[in-house]
């Protein structure tokens, strides 16, 4: 069965955001056609003018790409009016009709207050469903296919599926974590989802070990920090606030009360880390200057968005830092994110792979 669209989760507010990178990317990869977006419902469509293979689609898009999409599912149908007596036929139909075997089912919601709403319904209607398609024998361990059944409310239904390699492996594209009882700050929490998310578990041990050192810019009370002691890593923390009294106790941290567009290490650093509350292409221009001049081999940090214009100004400082890393040695990987756990901001990670 085709592909009628694409579904996109996002964070609530950012929809024009998620629509504007949908239709940037298609039109990169040659696919034209429209957006279906409304204000703070936390999805996207993206409708292909004719509809594709899902695995046409799925090699056309490639999912870490992109900014603010949770989460990417290829549409085969739109159900409406479920009826309330069975709904578990009409969708069983649906599914058979993808052809196409999948290793799990999720049934999720919108991340809006109307979406929690549906949280219990879910929970009681995902047994009956998944025994039924147990029985069809549908689900096959070794498909890297996720059927996801995005329900608007309890009538309404987007059928499609997500593969494993072009999706986010969280139900509802969110990680979530818990605040950890010790840590200096909530801010704690981008941090940790960064190095969660953005690399995978080979990659946190290769990228993230014991006796590495890293820079936090503006680290204060110490939040990030935290996250890299925790990890092992010795931190000169630059602020001018007070660090949590805690963390300095670990006897990993050098506090320097410094400025942070000045500061530059003696030594160079494994990691850079910034969470300053400036302009973004203020800090992308200096994470950048810390990269070419070689004072650290990989950073982390977080870009406020701006009031208007946000999505244009994400592609500014991608811009800006793919140019500027692109004639120095080495080989460079940009991720940038709106992770959960960031509200008015995004994350972009540079990784230094040789
Ligand atoms: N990442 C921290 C945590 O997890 O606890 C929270 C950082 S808070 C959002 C921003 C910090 O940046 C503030 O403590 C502020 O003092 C610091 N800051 C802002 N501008 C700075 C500058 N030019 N130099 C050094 N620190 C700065």
């Known amino acids: ?22 239709m940037q990317l298609a039109q990169q990869a040659g696919i034209q056609g429209y957006v279906k977006a ?8 993206f409708y292909p003018t004719s509809p594709l293979e899902p695995e046409a689609l799925n090699t056309a898009l490639n999912f870490s790409e992109m900014v603010f999409a949770r989460q990417l599912v290829l549409v085969s149908q739109h159900i409406q009016g479920l009826p309330e007596n069975d709904r578990v036929t009409p969708l069983l139909a649906s599914v058979e009709a993808l052809q196409c075997p999948f290793h799990d089912v999720v049934l999720e919601p919108a991340d809006t207050n109307e979406g929690k709403q549906l949280s219990s319904f879910l929970k009681k209607f995902s047994t009956p469903l998944r025994r039924a398609l147990e029985k069809k024998q549908l689900l096959q361990a070794s498909s890297p296919w996720r059927l996801h059944l995005f329900f608007i409310d309890s009538s309404e239904v987007h059928v499609g599926l ?20 010790a840590a200096p700050s909530r801010s704690t929490l981008k941090l940790d989802e960064a190095f969660l998310t953005m690399l995978n578990t080979q990659e946190q041990e290769k990228y993230l070990r014991n006796g590495m050192t890293a820079v936090d810019l503006g680290a204060c ?7 890299l002691v925790k990890r092992d890593i010795r931190v000169i923390a630059i602020d001018n ?36 509350v400036e302009r973004p292409l203020h800090i992308t221009r200096l994470m950048l200057r810390w990269l070419r001049e070689g004072h650290c081999l990989h950073a982390c940090f977080n870009l406020k968005l701006p009031m208007k214009k946000r999505y244009d100004m994400i592609i500014e400082c991608r811009d800006v830092l793919r140019d500027g890393l692109a004639d120095i040695n080495g080989h460079y990987r940009v991720t940038m994110r709106q992770l959960y756990h960031d509200r008015e901001e995004i994350t972009c990670m540079v990784i230094k792979l040789n």
């Open 1 to 22: 069965m085709l592909a009628q669209s694409c579904l996109l989760y996002c964070r609530a507010g950012f929809e024009k955001e998620a629509a504007a990178e949908i």
């Open 38 to 45: 409304r204000p703070d419902t936390a999805f996207v469509l």
């Open 162 to 181: 997500a593969h494993n390699d072009n999706s986010s492996p969280h139900t509802m594209g969110i990680l979530r974590l818990k605040m950890p009882g």
């Open 221 to 227: 009370p110490g939040g990030w920090t935290w996250q």
């Open 241 to 276: 606030g007070p660090m949590n009294d805690t963390l300095m106790a670990s006897g990993m941290v050098e506090h320097i009360r410094a400025d942070g567009f000045k500061y530059l290490p003696s030594k160079p650093v494994d990691w850079l880390v910034c969470d300053m």
